[in-house]
């Protein structure tokens, strides 16, 4: 079963919304739709992301998991562009 990331920079949180709820609204999303391996918290360029991975049986469907979880995020926050990636061979490439 294949496994992906999918890392989403966070911006400002919209009013009347906690930290927490990013990270709870991610793992909801990607859960409807796929397993949630593990999740992470990545400062890059003084940009906070965060990072979810998940398995998947087929593998078309790993943008629309993304998108969902881009979606649910920026209901909460700012969000920048996104990015996934497939396990491949011990290492991570873009999808």
Known sequence: ?????????IG???????PEEVM?????????????????????????????RFSLDD????HMVADA???AVSRIAT???GRLLLRRGGRWVPR
């Open 69 to 71: 979880m881009d979606d």
């Open 12 to 18: 400002d949180l919209h009013p009347g919304h906690s």
């Open 24 to 52: 709870d609204t991610a793992v909801a999303a990607v859960s409807a739709i796929a397993t949630v391996e593990h999740t992470d918290i990545q400062i890059l360029s003084n940009v906070p992301q965060i990072v979810v």
């Open 79 to 81: 969000t920048g562009a």
């Open 59 to 62: 593998d078309g469907d790993a």
């Open 1 to 9: 079963m294949p496994s992906y990331r999918a890392i989403l920079p």
